[in-house]
């Protein structure tokens, strides 16, 4: 398990034991290859379409893992492309997904409270903070992006200083983009919920398993998972592993794994949060070039984090690459630059990968001649979008004569653009990761950089 280093695993009571691994084989439906919010939303979407279904979700280690239960706690209708690079597949694209990426933001409430899971969701919107002459420039540019996803002033718009502070303050911020389709949450909670879920559902989970292989299917033989300690036949095997897709077989340059690290601070008194704000919890970052990201969580700590960790050669992933002194030094200090009248210590330093397509386009695709399916590549926004690929999988399964709102969607059927082969992936994303430190650098001192033209054309 991720451990006591990780926030949001410690506050788990009591601490979730392993579910038995796979011993033998099985034979099912659908078998699902990663225990994180995809896998775990695919498996509840096909039991609610259709409850006579055999689901079976193996995963290495235990549900929620990986990015699912270790991220931000941004469930938000971010989308990682561009409105620009959508519209190029269909002139409606961007609206149509950002109408349903809002509505799923409210729906996810709407879902964990039926199903009982407390998650400590709670709807305040976000607040991206301009802290220098750039940063407003960009977010005025963000309010018209929104809009071309199809967003109201009521979804966005920009406040000045005074309106901005109403809602949280920062140091040296003029002004903030307000988004209200944004809420906090607790995603070990919510991970570790949702398998409660799917198994009272009728599926099998399967932790402590690895998957070592994936036979494709024939016209005369079913798709066949081969795993440490079985094997598992089904109709359709769908691969939900996300970050750590590059540990499969044949998969190192299908994404990057990317490295994104956390810190949170001990519980911060009242008077601490009557000076700053943040009265109604929304998430928070500013607009600097290298993302961070924030919440105030339900014990009124700060649960803060950032990228900046290198990529690794190969797209190795490995525990070790999950704290970086350094990385975590420069989270803290750039939370106090936030909030300098920040009393207390921090408390929990964690971190993992997240997977980053080449085109930065999520993926969702199901090929029936192999019987095999594929969804991810959220590059960070995944807890609501996970959901979105789930239903959009779960309805070509079970209805593949049939469209759907989630069918049509423009990361349905994308074809995969793979990374370039090393040394140049490796040189290219730590350079994308310099470009974006040097020019914040710059920034902050006033200056203009030519080192955030650079990082756009090279993600282009």
């Known amino acids: 398990m991720p451990g006591p280093d990780s926030l949001w695993w410690s506050a788990l009571e009591p601490s979730p034991s392993a579910r038995p691994p796979l011993q033998g084989h099985a ?72 109408a349903v990426l809002r509505r799923a933001v ?45 967003a109201s002033s009521d979804d966005v718009t920009w406040l000045d200083g005074d309106a901005a502070r109403e809602h949280g303050r920062v140091a040296g911020a003029v002004g903030a983009l307000y988004a209200r389709h944004c809420a906090r949450v607790q995603p070990a909670r919510l991970v570790r919920g949702l398998a409660e879920v799917v198994e009272r559902l009728g599926a099998r989970i399967y932790e402590g398993t690895a998957v070592t292989r994936v036979l494709p299917g024939t016209p005369r033989r079913r798709p066949t998972v081969v795993t440490i300690g079985g094997s598992v036949h089904a109709t359709i095997v769908v691969r939900a592993t996300e970050g750590y897709t590059p540990t499969l077989p044949h998969e190192r340059r299908s994404v990057a794994p990317l490295y994104s690290l956390m810190i949170a601070t001990a519980p911060l008194p009242s008077s601490f949060w009557d000076h700053v704000g943040f009265g109604d919890a929304p998430t928070f970052n500013d607009g600097r ?114 469209s759907s709102e989630f069918t049509e969607l423009p990361f349905v059927g994308h074809p995969l653009r793979r990374w370039e082969r090393e040394p140049w992936r490796w040189l290219g994303i730590n350079a994308g990761l310099v470009a974006a430190t040097w020019a914040d650098h710059q920034e902050r001192r006033g200056r203009s950089s030519r080192a955030a033209t650079f990082l756009e054309r090279l993600m282009s």
């Open 289 to 402: 070039n290298l993302l961070i990201y924030g919440q105030r969580t339900a014990d009124d700590r700060i649960a803060f984090g950032g990228r900046g960790a290198p990529y690794h050669f190969g797209s190795v992933v490995e525990p070790r690459f999950d704290h970086v002194d350094k990385v975590f030094e420069l989270l803290a200090a750039t939370l106090r630059e936030l909030f300098p009248e920040m009393p207390g210590l921090i408390t929990h330093r964690w971190g993992g990968p997240l997977a980053m397509p080449r085109d930065l386009s999520p993926r969702v695709d199901l090929d029936r001649v192999s019987g095999l399916a594929v969804l991810g590549g959220y590059t960070g926004d995944g807890v609501v979008l996970s959901r979105v690929a789930a239903q959009a999988l779960a309805d070509l399964i079970c209805a593949p004569e049939t």
């Open 106 to 150: 409210i729906e996810l409430g709407d879902e964990l409270e039926r199903d009982g899971i407390e998650a400590d969701f709670h709807r305040g919107g976000t607040l991206t903070f301009a802290r220098n002459d750039f940063q407003v420039a960009r977010l005025h540019d963000e309010v018209e992006e929104a809009r071309a996803w199809g």
């Open 27 to 98: 034979d099912v439906d659908v078998a699902i290859i990663g225990g994180g919010f995809s896998g775990l939303w695919t498996a509840r979407e096909l039991l609610r379409r259709d409850p006579t279904l055999h689901v079976a979700v193996l995963e290495r280690d235990v549900c929620g893992f990986g990015a699912s239960g270790r991220n931000g706690g941004w469930a938000s209708a971010l989308y990682p492309q561009s409105a620009a690079a959508v519209a190029r597949i269909a002139p409606d694209a961007p609206a149509r997904l950002g």
